[in-house]
């Protein structure tokens, strides 16, 4: 809110916490004068931060687990794929192993009925005595040459089966081993298949936690803004019920853009602290007036530790400026004076002729700039830093 964050508290450690429930933001209007405690609502927006950080740790595991499942479901699938491959290549060289199969059994078939018509023809020669073949050639050359005809048609038919038995036996041989070899790989490529449904399985579901927690972190931002509306609703009520009038001016009071314009405590200023800060702008004020600004960063100088920090160093502190415009002065609310446990300071822009204020200020509506009429009563027991 409107002070520096202690750097421990500020940069909270991020807590694995889990819980699924959402608390609802009661935004209630302070009663007149009731104190308005800007740390409260920035303990509950640090709450809810530690809880998305917890939600993004658990995120971040499952990010981390699904890439893990992923990496194993990518190797599976190459294997599978590698399996498929030589399924392919075996059941290739299978489907040409029966065409040759289906074509050597119809030379089979060929060759029997020629040996069928061959065997018949020899079958009526036996009928017939050597005799009479001998007393049925013209010369003795003759009937050598017919005995010589039958014994080397006996031998072709012989050489032929003997051929084909061969033949038949070798295919029949790599049929069976490319069966068993197809077997195999076939049983190989189902229990990769069925692994890497697993794993798709185990993945998909990592995922969906993974969305779970995201939704979450989503309700999570929408709660702090919640808080920082309700946060804001209480800062104006608290301002008004001290009969302090505050009102923008349309700019940011000339603080730098380079942290104006970049997220609330998102870097440090020139002094250490954090931008978008009331301390930061009154720093920054006070130095760009001429004025001395120590550094009273490391952005743990809470608005309640300057005054001492201003005697320490020597820098005036006392009470309420003469009438005027006073260069260089800066006041301040101390913790409990209903700016919350880590005070609160803004520039002092006009002293009125009856003792109220005119300042600039940085955080009294949440991280954003604006000026402030500031009641003489009011104005009676802060305490002014004359730099």
């Not at 927006?45 to 917890?54: C, D, F, K, M, R």
């Not at 298949?193 to 969305?211: D, H, I, V, W």
């Amino acid at each position: 809110m409107i002070q520096i964050k202690i750097s421990t508290k500020k940069l909270v450690t991020r807590s694995a916490i889990v819980a699924m429930a959402v608390f609802m933001v009661v935004t209630t209007t302070a009663a007149p004068f009731s104190p308005v405690y800007a740390d409260t609502y920035d303990d509950r927006i640090n709450a809810v931060q530690a809880e998305i950080g917890g939600y993004q740790s658990q995120i971040a595991s499952l990010r981390a687990q699904s890439d893990t499942l992923q990496n194993a479901l990518n190797v599976l699938t190459a294997e599978k794929n590698t399996i498929q491959a030589q399924v392919n290549l075996s059941q290739a060289k299978y489907d040409k192993l029966v065409i040759e199969i289906e074509a050597n059994e119809k030379k089979l078939a060929d060759q029997q009925a020629a040996l069928t018509v061959t065997i018949g023809d020899l079958a009526s020669e036996a009928d017939t005595s050597p005799i009479e073949v001998l007393a049925g050639s013209s010369t003795v050359g003759e009937y050598v040459s017919r005995q010589e005809y039958r014994s080397s048609i006996q031998d072709q038919v012989q050489s032929s089966i003997t051929e084909i038995t061969k033949i038949q036996e070798e295919l029949a041989a790599q049929k069976t081993e490319i069966e068993r070899v197809l077997a195999d790989q076939t049983a190989q490529r189902d229990s990769l298949a069925q692994k890497e449904s697993e794993q798709a399985g185990l993945l998909a579901q990592t995922q969906g936690q993974e969305a779970s927690y995201q939704s979450i972190v989503a309700t999570k931002n929408a709660e702090i803004n919640q808080i920082r509306s309700a946060q804001a609703a209480a800062y104006a009520a608290y301002a008004n019920s001290h009969s302090n009038v505050m009102y923008g001016s349309g700019t940011n009071g000339g603080y730098p853009d380079v942290w104006a314009n970049a997220p609330q405590d998102s870097m440090a200023d020139s002094w250490g602290m954090y931008n978008r800060e009331c301390v930061s702008y009154v720093a920054w004020k006070v130095n760009s007036v001429g004025h001395y600004m120590p550094y009273w960063g490391n952005k743990v100088a809470n608005a309640t530790n300057w005054p001492n920090l201003a005697r320490d160093a020597g820098i005036p502190v006392g009470g309420r400026p003469a009438a005027g415009n006073p260069v260089g002065v800066a006041v301040v609310w101390q913790a409990g004076q209903g700016m919350g446990s880590y005070g609160h300071v803004a520039y002092v822009d006009i002293v009125n002729g009856d003792g109220s204020l005119e300042v600039s200020q940085y955080n009294v509506i949440h991280g954003q700039f604006n000026r402030m009429h500031v009641s003489a009563s009011d104005a009676s027991w802060l305490t002014y830093i004359y730099f």
